[in-house]
């Protein structure tokens, strides 16, 4: 049965009827063309599907969307400001931490939920905190790199 579900998205008031139990991932990337974030295993395990919902991590690809409703839900979409790149993108530039991009955007919004908790994170703290996102092309190095940069 399809729902309304209200919610505010990248920063801007989002309303949409759907079924409340499909997945934030799939209404995100088909109902409403954001394909930044990505599927991977679809267990909640690998983070590519991560995004930011009330300044907190989750992994959008379990989740049912009724769940967000009148939350705030930030993708990666949403991360620069208009041309401007966060800090983060530019740090993964910079440090090379993209390699082929898939599991870029997970990584980067992990990584911005972790720094709005704890700014200041050390390299132990930013290593555990991205422990449960993967990365294929093994680039973990420089996105830590990246990350520590940013939090200094």
């Not at 993708?75 to 401007?84: F, H, M, N, S, W």
């Not at 740090?91 to 720094?115: D, K, S």
């Not at 905190?129 to 993967?134: P, Q, R, T, V, Y």
């Amino acid at each position: 049965m399809k729902e309304t579900i209200k919610f505010t998205l990248n920063g801007k008031p989002t309303s949409i009827e759907v079924e409340g139990d499909r997945t934030l991932l799939w209404v995100l990337r088909t109902d409403l063309g954001l394909t930044g974030t990505k599927f991977g295993c679809g267990k909640g395990l690998c983070g590519s599907c991560t995004v930011v919902i009330d300044k907190k991590a989750v992994r959008s690809c379990r989740l049912p969307v009724r769940s967000v409703s009148g939350k705030d839900v930030l993708t990666i979409e949403g991360l620069a400001e208009g041309e401007k790149l966060h800090p983060l993108q530019e740090a993964f530039l910079e440090y090379g931490a993209v390699q082929c991009g898939f599991c870029t955007p997970g990584m980067l919004m992990n990584a911005y939920a972790m720094l709005l908790e704890n700014p200041s994170a050390s390299r132990d703290e930013i290593i555990k905190g991205m422990d449960n996102n993967l990365c294929r092309c093994s680039a973990h190095t420089r996105i830590v790199q990246a990350i520590e940069s940013v939090s200094k």
